[in-house]
């Protein structure tokens, strides 16, 4: 029996390359678990997101007229979310998960399925008809050759900016920063300037404990300060009965209140899966309206991908000196098929997470992470009720000390030569003061053209890299371009 378990260990490692990597079976196991919990919210937002906005004809995604059905949309988030995490676990052997894509999710529900005559199967057609698109990108090279076209600096600057922008998904997820009621700065501390709520002190007792496990290099330091921080959340609600965060309780907990379920196990819904009209839009909109949406989510897809995986790569110290992970078309091809997947259960686009630089920061150095992630996606289907336990309170401080550990990458850029430091600089801060992986990356790649334009130095920009800024500033112009089109 024990030389059968030490056989498959064995196997499992020589297929992951775990131990080529410096990893264990354990730690990359503990990493994918560390990912999940810091990206599982989408289990619980994607819902809210999609399931309650109607469509063009009133209807609600999964429901009627009063409502989306949310039990069904989450089941459908999980389940697909965790197929492609472990298709990109088993295919492409990195450590990036897969769920639907934030910010994509809501250019579908209030930008596409909310137009006049486009119902929800219709927007999820859409979806699948930019996955295919991108797809074909990957096949015929071009999204590769792109990739490879950005200098090694912007892809450090991309890295960088990411760090920051989760760090700051971190902190403002959690309310520690937040807009202020007076609207007389963008944000503020906590409420008024002060931590005066007890789910601001659990996360910051949670942003210091995971940053003293982190210091003292204690193994699963990140999932040990999420565990803590969630029971310190539950006893804490369970004393001060402090409710969910709203208008008239602006200190309450964020996304979930942390109490124990009353039933654990949960019998998923999967109805929505295959709810969707490839050439409905067609009709309903017309072709110029369908060929610009497609492109506004291509585009953001596009790039996001290539700044997660070239982030989640760095801090996995899996790239090459050209700043390249391994297996860059396999990781381009599941992405692409995620986007298909998306559309395909009804759940908007999927996408890399670049949360799962919190399982990278923990050790996760290979796809088993991804595989870990992905089947604890699919136990969510019927375990959903143990998700919502978790507030933002208690799983984003991950966020904040992972973004440290990528920012740290900075380092690598040469700020005395100006032609390049300056689009680096553009990167890495447009991310979050802009909320957008996809405006830092177009930012620093079209100011480095038009730089090297100005000092005479065009025959240095690769020619893709015209294409790539071409294509963002047709991308940033696209509300005047819609709105020429009456869209």
Do not use: C
């Amino acid at each position: 029996m024990a030389h059968d378990q030490a056989q498959a260990r064995g196997a499992v490692d020589r297929f992951f390359k775990i131990s080529e990597r410096g990893s264990t079976v354990w730690t990359e196991v503990r990493g994918g678990l560390v990912t999940f919990f810091t990206m599982s919210y989408i289990v619980v937002l994607n819902p809210l997101i999609l399931g309650n906005v109607p469509d063009g004809t009133g209807q609600f995604l999964g429901g009627g007229t009063e409502g989306g059905d949310l039990t069904a949309i989450a089941a459908a988030t999980a389940l697909v979310a965790g197929v492609m995490s472990i298709l990109m676990g088993v295919v492409a052997n990195f450590p990036l998960a897969l769920a639907a894509g934030l910010g994509l999710n809501a250019v579908v529900a209030f930008s596409v399925a909310a137009l006049p005559g486009m119902t929800w199967a219709d927007a999820m057609g859409i979806v699948v008809m930019e996955g295919l698109v991108i797809l074909l990108l990957v096949v015929t090279g071009f999204r590769e050759a792109v990739f490879r076209a950005v200098p090694r600096e912007l892809k450090i600057a991309i890295s960088v900016g990411i760090g920051l922008f989760i760090t700051f998904i971190g902190v403002y997820d959690a309310g520690f920063v937040r807009i202020p009621a007076s609207l007389a700065t963008p944000t503020e501390l906590g409420m008024g300037g002060s931590l005066g709520a007890w789910p601001l002190l659990v996360f910051a007792i949670g942003v210091l404990l995971a940053a003293v496990l982190v210091v003292r290099k204690v193994r699963g330091g990140i999932l040990i300060a999420i565990v803590v921080s969630t029971v310190l959340a539950v006893i804490v609600e369970a004393i001060g009965g402090i409710g969910g965060r709203s208008e008239d309780n602006p200190g309450g907990w964020a996304l979930n209140v942390p109490a124990l379920p009353e039933s654990v196990v949960q019998l998923p819904d999967f109805s929505l899966i295959g709810q969707f009209s490839l050439l409905g839009s067609w009709e309903a909109i017309g072709p110029v309206a369908v060929i610009l949406l497609v492109f506004t989510l291509l585009i953001a897809d596009f790039f996001d991908t290539m700044g997660t995986m070239v982030a989640i790569g760095g801090e996995a110290k899996l790239l090459d000196e050209k700043g390249n992970p391994p297996r860059t078309t396999q990781i381009l091809v599941v992405d692409s098929l995620a986007a298909v997947g998306g559309g395909v259960g009804s759940v908007s686009s999927n996408t890399a997470y670049v949360e799962s630089a919190s399982g990278v920061g923990d050790g996760a150095r290979t796809g088993l992470a991804a595989v870990t992630t992905g089947v604890a996606f699919l136990l969510t289907t019927f375990l959903s009720p143990l998700v919502t336990v978790v507030p933002h309170e208690a799983a984003t401080p991950a966020l904040v000390i992972v973004g440290f550990l990528m920012v740290v990458q900075v380092t690598g850029i040469d700020w005395t030569d100006l032609e390049v430091a300056i689009p680096a600089f553009l990167t890495m801060v447009l991310m979050p003061f802009a909320y957008s992986i996809t405006v830092g990356i177009g930012a620093g790649v079209i100011s480095f053209v038009l730089i090297k334009i100005a000092v005479g130095k065009t025959r240095r920009v690769h020619p893709l890299l015209w294409v790539a800024a071409a294509l963002f500033v047709v991308y940033f112009l696209m509300g005047p371009i819609r709105s020429a089109f009456g869209i």
